[in-house]
């Protein structure tokens, strides 16, 4: 997986972490670090006895520094391993070893999101401007298949709560989007205050890279349900169909944008989106939980009848023709088509 941001290949991730490899001798070698993000460490590793490439994140934080969030880690990690999904990344060992709480998981081969919208706006900025940073019924089609994640994982009682494109990673073979870092504790008390005076989060940790999807009750209170994640993946399709979050600007301005400014809607922002799939993004960035889609597996079912409606349409043409406007697009649609499955084995069934 290609990581950009936070990548700092040229530290030999043994050096960072000497006593957690020396403990992991002979199950796995660190090679390099993937990246970071305001939790823990992702080092490249090989699994010497399967001798295959796999993914540790480790908890650069030691219990003896806060043994709270050492705790949680390691609990959430444990919990993640718990599901089971063909759009949720494994955890596959949660342990502490060497000082360090960690834990393994395949090394997914591709990009994340974030990564694919960066790169996609630079190259079409340099071409023809203002150009959708990628295109609609892929964005469509990864966040149907990250609802079945969240419908999965909900109806297990575990909440995401940091659904932002970095911890959606897009395969590069199966073009399957799956979602990582279930469930894991940020770091923060969850509360997200500002602090008049400085304009800077008074809650230790960081949580600046997640703000930008942040439900308003998850501003406001951490009492969430699964519909704050379906929230976070609204905002994740908007900034993925339009090239701009939701809301922009300075972090208590986005706050208070998510608490008292009605989101603007998809194709107001970029009218060549196919409708049908900007209202579906649109519904799910309603300011109150109970307007949104009550379910992961009700989101889906909006995007499935959302993608078909697209493909499908027919618009006239100025010379009185009519072709079908999205047929490249459709092209696509063999890959968006899944074997025939019911919705229920596609959320419920493993890999
Ligand atoms: N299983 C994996 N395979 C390959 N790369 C991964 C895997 N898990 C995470 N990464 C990548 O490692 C990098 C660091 O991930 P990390 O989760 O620490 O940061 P983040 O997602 O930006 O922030 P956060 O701590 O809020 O989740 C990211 O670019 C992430 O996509
Ligand atoms: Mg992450």
Not at 103 to 112: H, I, K, L, Q, S
Not at 220 to 244: C, I, N
Not at 285 to 308: F, H, P, Q, S, V
């Given at each position: 997986m290609v990581m950009a941001r936070s990548t700092s290949p040229l530290v030999p991730a043994v050096s960072r972490f000497p006593a957690l490899q020396a403990a992991l001798a002979?199950?796995?070698?660190?090679?390099?670090?993937?990246?970071?993000?305001?939790?823990?460490?992702?080092?490249l590793a090989r699994d010497v006895r399967l001798d295959r490439p796999v993914a540790i994140k480790v908890l650069p934080t030691t219990a003896d520094e806060d043994p709270m969030l050492y705790a949680r880690f390691l609990r959430e990690a444990r919990m993640a391993g718990q599901l089971s999904h063909p759009n949720i990344v494994p955890v596959f060992r949660a342990d502490e070893l060497g000082g360090h709480a960690f834990?393994?998981?395949?090394?997914?081969?591709?990009?994340?999101l974030g990564a694919l919208i960066d790169r996609h706006r630079t190259q079409s900025a340099s071409v023809l401007a203002p150009l959708a940073p990628l295109a609609p019924l892929d964005v469509a089609r990864w966040m149907r298949e990250v609802a079945w994640a969240l419908a999965y994982a909900h109806a297990r009682g575990v909440v995401h709560r940091d659904i932002k494109p970095e911890n959606i990673v897009i395969e590069r073979e199966s073009r399957r989007a799956l979602v990582t870092d279930f469930g894991l504790a940020r770091g923060i008390g969850r509360r997200a205050e500002v602090d008049a005076t400085t304009s800077r989060f008074?809650?230790?940790?960081?949580?600046?890279?997640?703000v930008r999807y942040m439900s308003p009750e998850q501003i406001?209170?951490?009492?969430?349900?699964?519909?704050?994640?379906?929230?976070?993946?609204?905002?994740?399709?908007?900034?993925?169909?339009?090239?701009?979050a939701p809301f922009e600007g300075a972090i208590p301005a986005i706050l208070t944008a998510h608490l008292e400014r009605p989101a603007p809607s998809v194709t107001d922002v970029a009218p060549a989106i196919p409708p049908h799939?900007?209202?579906?993004?649109?519904?799910?960035?309603?300011?109150?939980?109970?307007?949104?889609?009550?379910?992961?597996?009700?989101?889906?079912?909006?995007?499935?009848?959302?993608?078909?409606?697209?493909?499908?349409?027919?618009?006239?043409?100025?010379?009185?023709?009519?072709?079908?406007?999205?047929?490249?697009?459709?092209?696509?649609?063999?890959?968006?088509?899944?074997?025939?499955?019911?919705a229920a084995s596609r959320l419920h069934g493993a890999r």
């Open positions: 002979g199950q796995y070698d660190f090679e390099r670090e993937l990246g970071s993000g305001g939790m823990g460490v992702v080092l834990f393994a998981m395949p090394y997914v081969e591709g990009d994340d008074t809650a230790e940790g960081e949580i600046v890279g997640s406001v209170d951490d009492g969430v349900d699964g519909r704050s994640d379906l929230y976070s993946l609204g905002a994740v399709a908007f900034h993925a169909l339009t090239g701009r799939i900007g209202a579906v993004v649109d519904r799910c960035l309603a300011k109150r939980a109970n307007d949104r889609y009550e379910t992961g597996e009700a989101l889906a079912d909006a995007l499935e009848k959302a993608i078909r409606l697209t493909t499908t349409q027919r618009v006239p043409r100025r010379d009185g023709d009519v072709r079908i406007r999205f047929r490249a697009a459709r092209r696509g649609l063999a890959r968006l088509e899944r074997p025939a499955s019911s």
